[in-house]
């Protein structure tokens, strides 16, 4: 497993713990040594995950957030005006991934919760030899939302299909794009 997808792993575990788990437990269950765990954990503390270390091991403390993955399609020229739409009623995009057929799940953590997010990722991929990720897939790519709420997260939904962004999964598409990307 690698480590992206392991420490995916690592907060499913943690997020579905009814109690504290420790570092061992989890070396024990992801077959890597208790030194690597220690090392995930503060990657994932550095990605603004809150994980406290308690004397019984680690929890991960979650605000009540809801989150819905939308699969989308556009230019490059429609990003700003999609990931827009996301933040002005009231989303977070949390990262962005493509699903593709020989590759699997490829996916990048974005955090854009404002418009100056927005600016501020357009203007990084305009000044630079980057091209965006959905380029890979002729424009279909997907981005998980974090919201306060389902109504919100239906909002948002609503007007991603006013603007014609919204796409339909395929049938060779995963249903649990999180349960994919843990088995690479």
């Not at 499913?12 to 208790?34: F, M, P, Q, T, W």
């Not at 100056?116 to 380029?135: G, K, M, T, W, Y």
């Not at 919201?147 to 598409?173: C, H, M, N, R, W």
Request: net charge negative; proline share 1%; with cysteine.
């Amino acid at each position: 497993m690698k480590g992206q997808a392991r420490r995916d792993k690592i907060l499913e575990i943690l997020r579905h713990s009814d109690r504290a788990v420790s570092g061992s437990a989890l070396a024990d269950k992801l077959n890597v040594s208790r030194q690597v765990i220690v090392q995930d954990m503060a990657l994932l503390r550095a990605s603004n995950h809150q994980i406290i270390s308690t004397n019984m091991g680690y929890v991960l403390v979650e605000d009540s957030e809801i989150s819905r993955v939308f699969k989308v399609i556009h230019n490059d020229d429609e990003v700003r005006d999609e990931l827009n739409i996301i933040v002005d009623y009231g989303g977070t995009v949390r990262d962005v991934f493509i699903f593709h057929r020989a590759y699997g799940t490829v996916r990048a953590d974005m955090d854009i919760r404002s418009r100056a997010d927005v600016i501020r990722f357009c203007e990084d991929i305009e000044h630079s030899s980057s091209r965006l990720l959905l380029n890979v897939t002729n424009g279909y790519h997907y981005h998980t939302v974090i919201a306060d709420s389902e109504d919100t997260l239906d909002l948002i939904q609503s007007k991603l299909q006013e603007a014609g962004f919204l796409a339909t999964l395929k049938d060779y598409e995963p249903v649990n794009f999180w349960q994919d990307a843990d088995s690479e």
